[in-house]
């Protein structure tokens, strides 16, 4: 079997200032386009076999797959980010004002999506991605929440266990298996290119923007 890679966007100027970032399209900054060719250089490391490479079509998830030496086969809707609703834009302190103790795996996003939302694309992404691993490997360019997302049905959980995994701007993580049970092989890969923001990840907080609470 090959395997399924996710790979996940560099910094953005949101990102690196906590505020959530779904179908707004934030272009990379200075250090998401170092973080994005840095992870060109680690994926080279992998020796991947004629990859299928599938990209949430926001323009820094499709820069990032480029710098990175990849070349996008699909751009598709269903890698995209979680869509926040009236919380897109908001830091988590911010949402918390409006409702205490909120995180996106535990709480409602009013005018966007829901886990049951979040569950039935990942499941669909899987899908089709595993149906390429008898011949090729996969690559997911995309975002924070949802890659976490699709770490936790990899394994057979919830989507709420994507609290578990972090996920840091330009980080991969490698899906696979032994003797028939799937496995997360490595996981949030990089070279630790930091933002001089926040140590908080805006667009999922896949770092510290829920880290304390999760």
Known sequence: ???????????????????HTGPTDIPLTDL????????????????????LVISSPRMRALDTAELAGLTVDRAWDAVAEWDY????????????TRAPDWTVWTHPCPGGEQTDHI????????SVAHSQLTRRDVVVVGHG????????RWIEL??????????APGAYSTLGFEHGAT??????????LRSPGPARDAEAEAEQGEGAHR
Do not use: C, K
């Open 183 to 192: 496995q997360v092989l490595a996981h949030n890969v990089t070279e630790h």
């Open 119 to 126: 569950l039935a694309r990942a499941d669909l992404v899987l």
């Open 1 to 19: 079997m090959h395997r399924i890679v996710l790979l996940r966007h560099g910094d953005t100027e949101w990102a690196s200032t906590g505020r």
């Open 158 to 167: 919830p989507v709420i266990e994507g609290r578990r995994f972090a996920m």
């Open 145 to 152: 929440h949802f890659s976490r997302a699709l770490l936790a």
């Open 85 to 96: 609703g009236d919380y897109e834009g908001l830091t988590t302190p911010q949402i918390r």
């Open 32 to 51: 998401g386009r170092t973080q994005a060719r840095a992870a060109g250089r680690a994926l080279a490391h992998l020796d991947l076999r004629d990859p």
